[in-house]
């Protein structure tokens, strides 16, 4: 049978999310956590790669077992045997035609920033850090300029492995609460670095380096040299995942906030 279940993690520790043979990795340890409960091996989908440092609130995973437990018992199962930094949100039952990456329809991410100029201390590791102050009206403006289907290069890993660059960007959104930023993005799906990397673009825009209208050109380019930095993994997290109502799993958008946490 097929389960589906929603994982949540700090990224710090790990080399991203996929499993590797030389160092640690989240993938890793819920397939040694899942096949402990399996009494088997197991292998398991993800519906998003996180890179390394990347965290997740609600990355989305399935797997196929022999093994017949309860749902709780899976849940609370697999848990007991993932370290403190990786836990399980929930557990369903699933057709074998769900996938947690191809039946996915949309997922958002949320990227944290403090902007002020000292960096964080109890929260460090977990929000990026930006010194210079930042504009959140003049990257909102830029943002909005980047909303729809685009060939999105520009802001593409130079590894990435995506076949096509054209992206349904749905959300870019900027907001401010006290000195934390936070960059909220949605899309179909995204390509390699693709949100560090527009992040790092409305940079050069919000400490006005860079014209609003800018960033048209950047998008026009269709060059990873035209657009600005990547943004420091620490801020980013995965927050969700959405599929087809048929397939039942819980949705919406689990975010991080950040206040008084330095």
Avoid at 48 to 69: C, F, M, P
Avoid at 115 to 131: C, D, F, K, Q, V
Avoid at 159 to 176: H, K
Avoid at 189 to 217: C, Q
Wanted: hydrophobic content about 40%; proline content about 5%.
């Amino acid at each position: 049978m097929r389960l589906a279940m929603g994982i949540e993690y700090d990224g710090g520790r790990y080399h991203g999310w996929q499993r590797q043979s030389h160092c640690d990795s989240v993938q890793a340890r819920v397939e040694t956590a899942i096949g402990r409960v399996a009494d088997a091996p197991v292998e398991v989908t993800c519906a998003g790669r996180t890179d390394r440092g990347v965290h997740a609130t609600n990355q989305v995973i399935h797997v196929d077992v022999v093994a017949e437990r309860p749902l709780h018992g899976w849940m609370m199962g697999t848990m007991q045997h993932l370290p403190r930094d990786i836990t399980v949100r929930w557990v369903r039952l699933v057709d074998t035609d769900f996938h947690a990456r191809f039946s996915a329809i949309a997922r958002e991410y949320r990227y944290c920033l403090l902007n002020r100029s000292t960096r964080p201390a109890i929260a460090a590791g977990r929000l990026s850090w930006w010194y210079r102050p930042l504009d959140e009206r003049r990257m909102q403006a830029a943002a909005d300029r980047l909303l729809g289907e685009h060939d999105f290069s520009s802001f593409r890993g130079k590894d990435c492995q995506a076949r096509s660059p054209v992206r349904r960007l749905e959300t870019l959104r900027v907001t401010r609460l006290g000195d934390y930023l936070f960059f909220d993005v949605r899309a179909n799906a995204f390509l390699h670095h693709m949100v560090r990397n527009l992040v790092g673009s409305l940079f050069a825009v919000g400490t006005g380096e860079r014209p609003i209208d800018w960033i048209d050109e950047a998008l026009a380019a269709v060059d990873r040299e035209a657009a600005g930095i990547t943004a420091p993994a620490d801020g980013l997290y995965l927050t969700g995942v959405e599929y087809p109502p048929a397939f039942g799993l819980p949705s919406g958008s689990r975010r991080p906030v950040f206040e008084q946490m330095d």
